[in-house]
Structure formats: C-alpha cells, structure tokens
C-alpha cells in the first residue's frame, strides 16, 4: 500500500507524502524531515549553523575531512606525501607538448579549436565565473542527451566524440556535475545555484536545436 502521511521528525507534524523529499536511503523511500524543514536546515548551515572544524592547511576554509584537513588537501596528501599541489602546470603529456595534445582533444572530441575554447572560457564557468587553472582546465559541456558518453569496461570515454552541434558552454568540476545531476532530476531544490543551472540548459536547449535545424535545412539545399 501507497504511503500517503508522514511525521515530521523536525517539525512533528504528521503531513502528506509529497511535503516529503524522496530519499533512496531511507527505509520508506522519503526523507525524515518534510520539505519546509529540511530547508531551514539547510539555510542554518549555509548561513554559519554548527560547523565542523576548518581544514588546517594555510588557513583553508573548507571543513574538516580527515586528518586535519579538507577532502581536497587530505586527498593530495595522500597521493603525493604533501598537501601542496605539486607539478602545477604540465608542459607535456606522453612525450607530447601538452598544448598540441589539448588541441588535438578539443578538436576530435569537441569539433573546437583552441581559439575557439579559449574565446568559450575567457570569463570562467558560464554558470559560477570560476576561472580555470593551468592545471585544471574548464570542461566543455554538451548535450548528451544528442550525443550519449558511451559506458567502456574500464569506466573510460577516451574515444568518446561528439557531433559538435550539441556543444554548450564552459563549466567548473562543481557546475558541470550539479548540470548532470538537474537532468536527471536529482538536484536539490534549495541549492543556490539552481536557477542559474535551469536557465543555462534552456538557453542552449534552445540553441542546440536552432543549430540542428539550420543543418538539416542547409543538407537539404544541396
């Protein structure tokens, strides 16, 4: 039988089903706190509710993940012995100056020329303005929904291409991830940068499809 009431351990009232969000790690598939309460929740923590401690590193203010420090630089240290970016930059990639090899990606991959990316990325991630690092260059996002990244046994997309008509813009690591996350349908509601998010995939949704037209028409012409 359908769950239709739930109590609100927050707010302790007994409420219906859809004031809840859905939560797969809950026996009953919907979160402990309703919808109302799970934002304020959130809002406490964005706005300096209780903290976990501060990563140690040069004063970085990311929390505490382990060790003292922050996931990023716990991670690095873990890797490489120091929490210190090490190699900043790369001047070449398997015996290749790295700069040919990220031309060459850009240009099978993507259909892009370096100018062209470097014009994309001159004002950082189109959805945050996070600017991209030597590095760390900033993602090319396209539509997969045209143009599916398929699934390889080791988990890679190395040969993975696209059509160059569903190209949208530059993105961050957080962008580009909370972007797949709204087209399936699994970003929170409350999270700060959502209508950014909405607004960006309609523009190129809409953009995408003029492209396709004015191909097809233009195939059609010849």
């Known amino acids: 039988m359908a769950l239709k009431n739930k109590t609100c351990v927050g707010c302790e009232q007994k409420l219906p089903i859809k004031k809840f969000y859905k939560a797969i790690n809950q026996k009953d598939g919907f979160d402990y706190y309703c919808k109302e309460c799970r934002k304020a929740s959130s809002l406490k923590s964005h706005r300096g509710g209780k903290r976990k401690p501060q990563c140690t590193f040069n004063g970085c203010e990311t929390p505490n993940y382990a060790g003292g420090l922050c996931k990023m630089h716990y991670e690095r240290n873990r890797r490489t012995g120091t929490p210190n970016l090490v190699n ?17 990606h850009l240009r099978l991959r993507f259909k892009l020329t ?109």
């Open 88 to 104: 900043f930059g790369r001047e070449s990639y398997n015996g290749q100056p790295y700069e040919k090899v990220r031309a060459n």
């Open 114 to 222: 370096m100018e062209q990316y470097k014009e994309m990325a001159k004002d950082g991630c189109e959805i945050c303005g996070k600017q991209g690092l030597p590095h760390k260059q900033l993602h090319v996002d396209h539509d997969h929904n045209c143009c599916p990244v398929p699934k390889y046994p080791d988990g890679s997309s190395k040969h993975h291409k696209t059509c160059g008509k569903c190209i949208r813009g530059v993105l961050c690591d957080r962008c580009n991830g909370n972007v797949g996350l709204y087209e399936k349908g699994k970003l929170r509601e409350e999270y700060p940068d959502r209508d950014k998010i909405i607004i960006y995939v309609a523009k190129y949704n809409q953009l995408i499809s003029d492209r396709i037209y004015t191909n097809d028409k233009e195939q059609r012409n010849r």
